[in-house]
């Protein structure tokens, strides 16, 4: 794994027993991984443990170590890759445990939290329909057929996640027509699984 | 049911008499054809040169059918009345005849045709699909991730789009089974009485 000079000097300074002792260097991972998943991430360096500890050093070493997990986790970094890196830079093996614990621990959820930064068209997230019958218009009587009126609700990953609608209409035949094409996506989908 | 035609309407087709049947049968045609692709008032003024008579009388004749054919197609009134409706109009038989005919041949096209014009959401045309598996991206390496990528293309009066969306294999499934609830409304038993009582 490639880490800027920034990345190894914060990394360097986590290390250190007389800037960070271990009940300090606990407290200050957990807060790494958390503010990377939680939306609240102001005031969060504000803990009892870390009160001595000089604030831009503080954040300094909070950039590099989220940079370090993020990186490990885009690359799916294995233990023994992790490891070597944080020895690499002077860590401990307690610390470096610690640190592959907690990593283990918040895996699954930055990786889907990464898999979801990702510029992709709309995604469809659930259908609406309403069934109507159609009897007559301004311009033609004895219309007699049923409609169906479908809705896709969509969500934008690209556009800061807005959803919007998109609503179209199908006769019986067309909405067959819908059916029967989706129903082969989702055959191709299941055979491909299979495999 | 019987049309009621308006006297100015009678006065325009009053014209259709005094002409060669042929000739009504090409007004026919060139009525049709207008309702189809919008008119051309070019064809006014040849026929009015050909046939003498001023091209205001042609155009009132050709708009009379057009008239005539959307009226009894969009009340889809049946032979017998179209025939008993003609009648007040003292035409010849065989005009009549000729008439019925026009409106019988070209009902169903007129229909779609004035069905178009209702206001509705836009129509569903086709549906494309393709599968993918994700591997990578630039924020994650190392994945894989099912896609389902589909081209929607829908039909707003004369024009298409088509709109791109994916979703995963899950959703999919749910989406299908919403649509087959929506399809199984139809032979429910609540909706076959009430189609079949809405005549």
Request: net charge negative; proline share 3%.
């Amino acid at each position: 794994m490639e880490l800027s000079d920034s990345v190894v000097k914060g990394l360097q300074t986590l290390a250190d027993p007389a800037c960070f002792d271990f009940r300090a260097f606990t407290a200050f991972t957990e807060v790494a991984f958390d503010s990377l998943l939680s939306s609240r991430t102001d005031r969060a360096l504000d803990l009892p443990e870390l009160k001595k500890i000089d604030q831009a050093l503080l954040k300094h070493c909070h950039v590099a170590t989220t940079t370090f997990i993020l990186e490990g986790i885009k690359q799916n970094a294995d233990k023994s890759t992790i490891s070597s890196c944080l020895e690499d830079v002077k860590f401990d093996s307690e610390r470096v445990d610690a640190f592959y614990t907690s990593y283990q621990k918040n895996k699954r959820n930055l990786e889907s939290l990464l898999s979801s930064i990702d510029r992709c068209p709309p995604h469809i997230t659930d259908a609406s329909w309403r069934l109507e019958y159609c009897m007559k218009n301004g311009h033609v009587h004895n219309v007699n057929q049923p409609t169906f009126l479908i809705s896709f609700n969509t969500e934008d990953g690209g556009n800061e996640g807005t959803s919007s609608d998109v609503n179209f209409s199908c006769t019986l035949e067309q909405l067959q027509d819908l059916v029967g094409k989706m129903k082969d996506a989702a055959k191709s989908m299941e055979r491909a699984t299979q495999l | 049911m019987l049309l009621v035609f308006s006297d100015e309407h009678k006065e325009h087709l009053g014209f259709l008499p005094e002409v060669d049947s042929s000739v009504v049968g090409e007004f026919g045609r060139i009525a049709v054809e207008f309702l189809k692709k919008g008119s051309n008032p070019k064809i006014y003024e040849g026929a009015a040169r050909k046939l003498n008579v001023p091209s205001e009388t042609i155009q009132h004749g050709v708009e009379g059918l057009m008239y005539l054919l959307t009226e009894s197609s969009k009340l889809m009134i049946s032979d017998v009345d179209f025939q008993d409706s003609v009648l007040v109009l003292g035409f010849s038989e065989e005009l009549n005849k000729l008439l019925l005919q026009l409106y019988l041949e070209n009902r169903k096209e007129i229909r779609q045709i004035l069905g178009e014009l209702a206001p509705s959401l836009p129509h569903y045309q086709n549906l494309e699909w393709r599968l993918d598996v994700q591997l990578a991206s630039r924020a994650l390496r190392q994945q894989v991730k099912p896609t389902v990528t589909m081209k929607l293309h829908l039909k707003s009066g004369g024009t298409q789009t088509a709109r791109l969306f994916q979703t995963d294999p899950a959703t999919l499934l749910h989406l299908l089974q919403e649509l087959e609830r929506a399809l199984a409304e139809v032979k429910s038993n609540h909706c076959r009485r009430i189609l079949r009582n809405i005549k």
